[in-house]
């Protein structure tokens, strides 16, 4: 909270929207400084937790299936392709 009151104190008087890593207490921080603000997971640090269900031998295979997803040109090509990757990573747990 007192990174976002120093925002504050500097001056900056709404936040719209924060990525960020998930850091124990961050979003609520923000949330009570900033009441509108729309806090994202960031991708890259969801990409990494999710890497530690696959076996190392898949990462690249993984990675590129997933990538896929996020660089979808639009909501109904990355729900297919979110489509396609559950089901071929849908024997790993937390997928």
């Avoid at 923000?30 to 991708?43: E, G, H, P, T």
């Amino acid at each position: 909270m007192q990174i976002f009151d120093e925002i504050r104190a500097r001056g900056v008087e709404d936040v719209l929207f924060i990525s960020m890593d998930g850091v124990s207490g961050l979003e609520e921080g923000a949330r009570s400084i900033f009441k509108d603000v729309v806090v994202q997971r960031c991708i890259v640090h969801l990409i990494r937790n999710s890497i530690k269900y696959i076996p190392s031998k898949d990462y690249k295979a993984y990675t590129a299936q997933l990538k896929k997803v996020y660089g979808a040109p639009g909501l109904k090509a990355a729900g297919a392709e979110f489509e396609r990757f559950k089901q071929a990573w849908a024997k790993y747990p937390g997928q």
